[in-house]
T-cell receptor, first 116, second 111 residues
């Protein structure tokens, strides 16, 4: 149980275009979704926290107009990278808090974004 | 000072040995502690969670928590080459319900 499905798993886009990443909780309701970014050989860095039905909370240094987060339902959160540039190339991972026996947080499978 | 610190490694151990991974955290109010394993190019997967002082064992894995000293460790017994990965320590700092990750320790288990 407690699976978060993330799509796409990888995407290549041209500089200046936008890319949408989706995360769906399959068998539970994800009130809160966390979005992380991971550059090569670095750890996960929290970008933003999204709560269903309200605006996302962005971490310092993360441009909210560039990384648009929508959490319109309890099972779907999306991250849109707008006007992507090569420096946005990274591994993006979503995560949801799971309440229950020892789960803690469950992660999506990640999206490898390459901007060319 | 980083909120969650780990030695980046690599930590190299022979197959069958015990691998010991350590993590320290700065927020004394932290309540929940997690160890994740991450293979290259993949998403983290939960290995262990621990919430109270002491040891917690699950198969070949033992998590140890000492809140007074603000450290949490992970022991992997009978290490296998398939255990070679980056191990991430994560702490719920109780501020915003989010996880804060350490930089990860790269473990290499040599056959």
């Amino acid at each position: 149980g407690a699976v978060v499905s993330q799509h796409p798993s990888w995407v290549i886009c041209k500089s200046g275009t936008s890319v949408k990443i989706e995360c769906r909780s399959l068998d539970f309701q994800a009130t809160t979704m966390f979005w992380y970014r991971q550059f090569p050989k670095q750890s996960l860095m929290l970008m933003a926290t999204s709560n269903e039905g309200s605006k996302a909370t962005y971490e310092q240094g993360v441009e909210k107009d560039k990384f648009l987060i929508n959490h319109a339902s309890l099972t779907l959160s999306t991250l849109t990278v707008t006007s992507a540039h090569p420096e946005d190339s990274s591994f993006y991972i979503c995560s949801a808090r799971v309440y229950g026996n020892g789960y803690g947080y469950t992660f999506g499978s990640g999206t490898r974004l390459t901007v060319v | 000072q980083k909120e969650v610190e780990q030695n980046s490694g690599p930590l190299s151990v022979p197959e069958g040995a015990i691998a010991s991974l350590n993590c320290t955290y700065s927020d004394r109010g932290s309540q929940s502690f997690f160890w994740y394993r991450q293979y290259s190019g993949k998403s983290p997967e939960l290995i262990m969670s621990i919430y109270s002082n002491g040891d917690k064992e699950d198969g070949r894995f033992t998590a140890q928590l000492n809140k007074a000293s603000q450290y949490v460790s992970l022991l992997i017994r009978d290490s296998q080459p398939s255990d070679s990965a980056t191990y991430l320590c994560a702490v719920n700092t109780n501020a915003g319900n989010m996880l804060t990750f350490g930089g990860g320790t790269r473990l290499m288990v040599k056959p």
